[in-house]
């Protein structure tokens, strides 16, 4: 997060190109130690002792060490000012609030010294947080007064919710949930970083004046009006620092990153040579309010007040009632203080080049929290700006930290007296330019990125924070972020990805019958009588309305078209949840249409092993006791007579007759794991529903026939027939006599991936399996029926197996034909080798127009 960035003004354009990896990294990192291992064991210079060396490596990083302390100090002095709102009525608030920036600072340094996997990292106390500290104060003033009991509950509070912080950040780390921060609604967090923006905006009011703000006339005019000449200083400086920042800054990179921390650095100076130059003695500037009280009581640094901050908690005057009333605000300040790790940790890690391991830092984070909290002191954190800063400053190493640590502990102890001598726009003029930045960030910059209902959610947590306060912002956060969520899936995202027919979905079942493939084929019973609507997304209460609707709508218009389909598939493959709601309108949707319309059978399609995922039993209840009654075809219906009408008159009787016992039981409803196997079984209900005789010897066939009567035929012959319609009956026994059989058992396995391909087989009984071995993509896997043809492809090319197959029944018989037999048959008879080929092209064709047609469905 760029929110201490945007105080100094100082944020360095982040380095192009992707983060290092890991290896190249240790591998850069190793070839660094070496060389500076070779210069300490070979240079004259580096042979003194280990304390020379330290001195040595500390001196060269001064410059990062003095900006870094620097800014911690100039971060220090407005912020512990602005932890207490000036209503609370608390001697020493403000050297109170300076030591518990500085404690929770050096806390945090300290232990990512040891703890982080960066070595050039700030930890600094969470000035975002500012808001939660004034709302938890402003809770014990409304409860307890401005007496021991608030502050000892004040204080009691800040350390408890620092624990809380801690503990949350090290059990995310140590579980390796790091991850689950991402989820946070981005344009909730925008909108709270234009509410703090706004909220520091009017803090940087309240310090500069040391008066209450309110948004009322009162407040106004004793904040604003009546305190001006104290803010005319601070409006001043801003201006002079937007001016410099918009001359310096080109294509919105900033050229002088170091520009806000050396004008921080030379206000207070320059506001003493204006007084100088007015006459105005530093009595009476004091005097005026333009400088902060007396910081220290005594003439010693070394006094009770130096480890008050420590000592403030009286168990015995803790105030029960308002940490109960306080505990939405303290959950508010952890779910906050969470969000701020997973934005500056990669940020940083890009700006360094270093492979960030968020759960680890998340850790570090949790140790510095909770060492913080234990002592009653705030949460810390890595921050971006200072780091980057640190980075580029050369700053490096534990001995640099440790430093870092070393200064901070001065400051803590002589930070107050320093700063009693900064006046109150040196601090006024940060809060300000902090708090317009977040706000510029928030609720300006972010207006393009975002459409018009989650702008309009920015912007009401932005109001509700400055008027109503941080848990009100964000339970309004927690509105917004749902109703985006509820709208986006209504408005943005249909239900339905698309629907088409099934006569350009074709199924996987190439090497059917002719008999088959003419009834598929017909305009009127064939392949069209299919109808596939393909759902997508989030399946829930907010859009099963509108998509049961929109299926009730198409259906209608394919009755009143004369085109109302026979199979209606309903498919969820890329379906990405199903409420229980939503999963309860889809029963009552099947029931209706197969009330309503004239559709014979409904599909469903999960595209999961483990079917429909929502926790309703949606499998079983889309097949109930409506859906279980079965379709009985008998063949010796009129449909089947019509359609038999070319055939001579005593023929078709003889046929019928011996046929006539011949029934197709058909579910009304069933439930596929895959596209394809609806597909499959959809074309089998058209074609039992034409001629049950025909399914009945179709390999492709899914549901059982009750009872057949034909006769028996050579089975090889018969798939030969089928596949190659070009070839004669003598052509197809020369073939025949080129294949041996081979008898398989259950889990053997035919050939692996990558095995060569030397041969050519006949599925003659038995099922098997095709899969692709070390992929994980939907619809790996394709069954192998009785009536295919393997290997083909792999015989003509000489390519290596594509696929492992492997047998599934208990066995299965196949016929082969090898290689060498293959080659005899393209030099001594290519005609009828021709019609292998042919079988390779026409394969090759329905592969990929299957692949194409289920890849691309067309809304």
Known sequence: MAVVADIMSATPALLPGPPLSMESFEADEACKNSLKDDKIAHSPKEEGSNAKIMIRDITSQLPAIFVVSIMIFMLGIPFGAA????????????????????????????????????????????????PFYLELARILIAEEGNGESASSTLFFLFGISSLIVGLSFYLLGRFELGRILYFFPKHVLVGCIGGIGLFIVVTALEVSTNTTFTFTAEG???????????????????????????????????????????YYCFITPVFYAVLLCAGISLESAEDGGYFFPPLISSGSVFNKDL?????????????????????????????????????????????????????????????????????????????????????KSQGDGKRSSLSIVTITIAIFIYGPTIASYVPRCMAGTLLLHLGIDLFLEGGIDSYRDYDTLEYSGICLIMIVMVVFGMDQALLAGLVAALSTYVAQSIVYQDPIRGAMSGARLRSSAWNRSSEAQQILLDPKIGRGRIYVVELQGHIFFGNIVKLTEDIKQRLNQKRQAGDEPIVVILDFSDVLGVDSSAAQSIVKL??????????????????????????????????????????????????????????????????VESQQNVIAEIPRSQVFETTDDALIFAEDVLIALEDPTIIQTDCHARFPLMHCTSDNIDEVNSILETIMPEASEDEIEIIVNLLAPEKYQRGDIVWEQGDASDSLKVVVSGS????????VVRNATESICPGAVIGELGLVNRNPRLTTVQVLSDDAILYSLSREKWQTLTEQQPKIARYIDMLVIRYLFHRIQHVSNNRYLPV
């Not at 009525?89 to 518990?100: H, N, S, Y």
């Not at 234990?374 to 810390?380: A, D, H, K, V």
Request: glycine share 6%; charged share 15%; net charge neutral.
């Open 768 to 775: 098997l399996i095709s899969l692709l071995e070390d992929v």
């Open 590 to 655: 099947k029931i209706f249409i197969q009330k309503n319309f004239n559709v014979k059978i409904l599909l469903f399609v999960t595209g999961h092993e483990d079917g429909f995922l929502c926790s309703y039993d949606l499998s079983h209840k889309v097949v109930d006791e409506l859906g279980r009654k079965s379709i009985h075809i008998v063949e010796n219906k009129p449909l089947l007579k019509e359609r038999r009408m070319s055939l001579a008159a005593g023929a078709l009787a003889n046929h």
């Open 220 to 262: 106004v005019n004793e904040c604003i009006i009546q305190k001006f000449q104290l803010l005319l200083p601070v409006f001043a400086f801003e201006v002079v620092l937007r001016l410099l920042t918009s001359l310096t800054t080109k294509d919105g990179v900033a050229q002088y990153p170091l520009l806000g921390p050396i």
């Open 307 to 391: 480890f008050r901050i420590f000592t403030e908690v009286n168990p015995r005057m803790i105030s029960w009632t308002a940490v109960v009333k306080s505990i939405p605000t303290i959950l508010g300040l952890t779910a906050f203080s969470l969000i701020h790790v997973p934005i500056n940790i990669p940020a940083f890690a890009i700006s360094t080049n270093v492979e960030p391991d968020m759960n680890a830092e998340l850790i570090a984070h949790g140790y510095s929290n909770v060492i913080s909290g234990l002592f009653g002191g705030l949460q810390n954190y890595l921050a971006y700006s200072p780091s980057v800063v640190y980075s």
């Open 83 to 130: 932890f207490f709102p000036t209503e609370l009525e608390l001697p020493g608030k403000e050297i109170m609030g300076l030591r518990m920036f500085l404690f929770s600072t050096m806390m945090a340094q300290l232990v990512f010294t040891f703890s982080s996997k960066f070595t050039n990292c700030v930890g600094v106390q969470m000035v975002e947080n500012v």
